[in-house]
């Protein structure tokens, strides 16, 4: 049986995939997908493409874009989720923090540089005015690890989506000061070099079978209860996030590639010369 090893984050926005697995159909088409979690998000999925440990990435639009445009030779094979994905601004419950106003010259946490933590730092940054160059990152590589940061004080604030954050600050760990959605869609599947010219078909089976299940997906009886049992959520939080959710089916759209690769370039997050094809 033909494999494929596909990497993403332990979220919500990918049980479409898990249910594909337990459900077995991958293997009913002949293909046998191999889950392989990355708490670390987008930079640590970047870095398994660029090592071929991985074929496809579940991953942050504009972050494998800018690793794409510095030298990843990845390819965008769809999109994913074509909503924007909604980041929460946290800080820490106990801090001085109040609003996000507060947050001009403080340190954002992130998980690595080059992940969508970091990217979005800078784009939320830019947008309210602020001077990028006195960005003081600070490197945490997960949730947890930035939960101690922030408690001990080593880093000031940390952007993750809004929803599996949610839990946190239900109990009082994290306080949300801000939303930030991002301006494109949340999730693409890239592919590696190698897959796209060695695995052309399990890709197609790949593609063909989650978007069979995406394109039902918000349907399917209970799903809410489901969400909200596996990823510790509120069932009214789960049934918010899902009206405000859309899967896609189709190529991500040559207008959203720009507008990240426009907004890179802005930051010098990107060569200024670069053209993505």
């Known amino acids: 049986m033909k494999t494929l090893k596909v990497g993403g984050v332990p979220e919500h926005f990918n049980l479409p995939i898990h249910l594909c697995i337990e459900e077995g159909l991958f293997k009913a088409e002949g293909l046998e997908v191999q889950w392989v979690e990355f708490p670390g ?56 923090y109040d609003r996000i106003d507060d947050l001009k010259d403080a340190r954002p946490a992130i998980s690595r540089f080059g992940s969508g933590s970091h990217v979005m730092a800078f784009i939320q940054a830019h947008q309210l005015g602020w001077d990028t160059s006195k960005l003081e990152c600070v490197v945490v590589n997960n949730l947890d690890n930035a939960i101690v940061a922030l408690q001990n004080k080593e880093a000031d604030y940390f952007m993750w989506e809004h929803f599996t954050t949610k839990p946190l600050v239900d109990r009082g760990i994290f306080r949300r000061v801000a939303d930030f959605p991002t ?26 079978t989650i978007n069979t299940k995406t394109i039902i997906f918000k349907n399917i009886e209970g799903i809410d209860h489901i969400l909200a049992e596996r990823y510790d959520q509120k069932l009214k939080d789960i049934q918010k996030w899902l009206s405000l959710t859309h899967w896609s089916q189709k190529a991500l759209p040559k207008e959203e590639i720009e507008q990240v690769v426009d907004f890179l370039k802005e930051l010098n997050m990107v060569e200024i010369n670069y053209y993505f094809e």
Do not use: C
């Not at 071929?52 to 094979?77: F, H, M, Q």
């Not at 890239?190 to 060695?198: C, F, L, V």
């Open 183 to 208: 301006p494109w869609s949340s999730f693409v599947f890239a592919a590696t070099e190698n897959a796209t010219k060695n695995k052309s078909q399990e890709l197609s089976i790949f593609l063909k």
């Open 41 to 96: 998000g987008t930079g640590a999925m970047n870095a398994a493409l660029r090592d071929e440990e991985i074929d496809v990435a579940v991953i942050l639009t504009e972050g494998i874009i800018r690793d794409i445009a510095n030298g990843n030779p990845s390819k965008i094979i769809q999109n994913y989720v074509s909503s924007p994905l909604i980041w929460g601004v946290h800080v820490a419950a106990e801090s001085n």
